[in-house]
T-cell receptor, first 112, second 114 residues
Framework: RKEVEQDPGPFNVPEGATVAFNCTYSNSASQSFFWYRQDCRKEPKLLMSVYSSGNEDGRFTAQLNRASQYISLLIRDSKLSDSATYLCVVSYQSGGSYIPTFGRGTSLIVHP | NAGVMQNPRHLVRRRGQEARLRCSPMKGHSHVYWYRQLPEEGLKFMVYLQKENIIDESGMPKERFSAEFPKEGPSILRIQQVVRGDSAAYFC????????????FGQGTRLTVV
């Protein structure tokens, strides 16, 4: 199965900081891209989809660079509640089916 | 609209016993994915099913593990003769279409083998 690579971190930032995560993927034929958030011992929850044109949702901005095969997530004005693991997800076509494939996640710790 | 329901939430089995994990997808979703997450690890794909069909099981161990998604009822992940290394969180996700759309996760089943 193709790989999705993320820096595991942890990223340790103060409240109010801006932090950026990157994710690289190896299959140029990948179709769909997402960022999920996972809190400790909980299920992953969709944070946002990632489009070629980029998309923004409040303090969160996601970008996709197909040429370089990486995805980014920018979090502005970090809150304590942003502390979590952020999972990069890429859907690969495998044997005719699309399988959401997860990176190991990047840990974010926001401190007062 | 209830979310993805998994049960049990916690399951303790002795070595050699069988574990059965259940997943009911969201209403209207016919695509189910099972993932395993070991402590401090990422989610590893195990199997992708549609109603009555296994579409991709490339992530499933060749022995002791099986999955089904019958016409009626939940999807079942079955682990026979469990070993300590099977201890993990098992997450099920469902989507209305194939994996090029977002998947919604259940709360997971935490299996502990003693």
């Amino acid at each position: 199965r193709k790989e999705v690579e993320q820096d595991p971190g942890p990223f340790n930032v103060p409240e109010g900081a801006t932090v950026a995560f990157n994710c690289t993927y190896s299959n140029s034929a990948s179709q769909s891209f997402f960022w999920y958030r996972q809190d400790c011992r909980k299920e992953p929850k969709l944070l946002m989809s990632v489009y070629s044109s980029g998309n923004e949702d409040g303090r969160f901005t996601a970008q996709l660079n197909r040429a370089s095969q990486y995805i980014s997530l920018l979090i502005r004005d970090s809150k304590l509640s942003d502390s979590a693991t952020y999972l990069c997800v890429v859907s690969y076509q495998s044997g005719g089916s699309y399988i959401p494939t997860f990176g190991r996640g990047t840990s974010l710790i926001v401190h007062p | 609209n209830a979310g993805v329901m998994q049960n049990p939430r916690h399951l303790v089995r002795r070595r050699g016993q069988e574990a059965r994990l259940r997943c009911s997808p969201m209403k209207g979703h016919s695509h189910v994915y099972w993932y395993r997450q070991l402590p401090e690890e990422g989610l590893k794909f195990m199997v992708y099913l549609q109603k009555e069909n296994i579409i991709d099981e490339s992530g499933m161990p060749k022995e002791r593990f099986s999955a089904e998604f019958p016409k009626e009822g939940p999807s079942i992940l079955r682990i026979q003769q469990v070993v300590r290394g099977d201890s993990a969180a098992y997450f099920c996700a469902s989507s209305p279409m194939e994996g090029n759309t977002e998947a919604f996760f259940g709360q997971g089943t935490r299996l502990t083998v003693v």
